[in-house]
């Protein structure tokens, strides 16, 4: 069974930084790229990252780019996101979401974890 | 960015109606369209893909058709357990973009 585990969210000052993670299993995670997509309250979907299986490729929302970095770590099934300058629009629940490809190119999202809440508030 | 507009936003049905959901995006996208389900509380559940082509396990009473701009999603016989949000996704261009969504409503 495909799991995504998301950590690392909570309360944080405007300006401040968090890292987030996404532990993965039930699947060959470096056969996979994988991507961040948040929900504001009571809003929709944005995508926010995407990392392909290698780590080659990286793509990023224009409202993150610059503060946000994803990456991988293959040996430990894991992902991330560190967060760096947050602001309060950057509110959201954090999904990890697992591609049904390796390559960034033509991702669909098969595979959501519950996500992890990240409140920017002073 | 590739904008993606769903239409209605919301729809009350019965149980056994036919639904349609309609998304038009802002330039052309061939048929890279996925549909997902998110029901309150919980994650979106991948439905569709390729503009037409049901992922394993999804009820057959879901479909989706169209290609370039204009697509749709159709529930064909209501069931209480499709109350859901339905978002498109367009995975033709960075960054992916999702459609605003559609909140469906048992009556």
Request: proline content about 3%; aromatic content about 10%.
């Amino acid at each position: 069974e495909v799991q995504l585990v998301e950590s690392g969210g909570g309360l944080v000052q405007p300006g401040r930084s968090l890292r987030l993670s996404c532990a993965a299993s039930g699947f060959t995670f470096n056969n996979y790229a994988i991507h961040w997509v948040r929900q504001a309250p009571g809003k929709g979907l944005e995508w926010v990252s995407g990392i392909s299986w290698n780590s080659g490729n990286t793509g990023y929302a224009d409202s993150v780019k610059g503060r946000f970095t994803i990456s991988r770590d293959n040996a430990k099934n894991s992902l991330y996101l560190q967060m760096n300058s947050l602001r309060a629009e950057d509110t959201a629940l954090y999904y990890c979401a697992k591609s049904g490809r390796s390559i960034l190119k033509s991702s669909t999202l098969d595979y959501w974890g519950q996500g992890t809440l990240v409140t920017v508030s002073s | 960015a590739i904008q993606l507009t769903q239409s209605p936003s919301s729809l009350s049905a019965s149980v056994g109606d036919r639904v349609t959901i309609t998304c038009r995006a802002s330039q052309g996208i061939g048929s890279a369209l996925a549909w997902y389900q998110q029901k309150p509380g919980k994650a979106p559940k991948f439905l569709i893909y390729d503009a037409s082509t049901l992922q394993s396990g999804v009820p057959s009473r879901f479909s989706g058709s169209g290609s370039g701009t204009d697509f749709t999603l159709t529930i064909s016989s209501l069931q209480p357990e499709d109350s859901a949000t339905y978002y498109c996704q367009q995975f033709n261009t960075y960054p992916l973009t999702f459609g605003g969504g559609t909140k469906v409503e048992i009556k």
